[in-house]
């Protein structure tokens, strides 16, 4: 069997694994379908680092939790741009209390160890449930909800210290 016949395996064997797992973060068809082709196109180009220290679709889900990711900073940039040129009548003080808060939340994010980060991300923007985190990670679901609650309370305690 040679590589191609390989990769065309994984993709039969994962297509819909991934499809959903990505449907469960965005909440649309034509998102999950774009992103998940993505994935496997980005898989393919590195199916050479794939270690196998983990199972495969807990690699291409990584990929495709970043790929979706990536997608939705760009979405955001972009609607961001679009409602910045619609709302120039807000009141500026309250856009830059608003923005004061959201950057203290991010650098608070931005300093979070592994996992509470990823797991805290996932739980809370990708809206997945302690299910699907724990088979992301490999670990029980226990485990997921124990991890985001301890990385919800440092997030509380480190927005307080910072206050």
Known sequence: MDKSDELEGVYDQYFHDVYIFVLSLSRDEKIAEEITQETFFKALKRIDQFRGDCKMSVWLCQIAKNTYFSYMDGQRRFASLAVQEEEGSINLEQKLID????????KVL???????????????????????????????????RVTYHRARLRIQNLLMEDK
């Open 99 to 106: 923005q004061t808060e959201a950057m203290r939340i991010h």
């Open 110 to 144: 931005h300093v979070l160890n592994e996992p509470y980060k990823e797991v805290f991300m996932l739980r809370l923007f990708g809206e997945l449930s302690f299910d699907h985190i724990s088979q992301i990670f490999g670990r029980t679901e226990s485990w997921a």
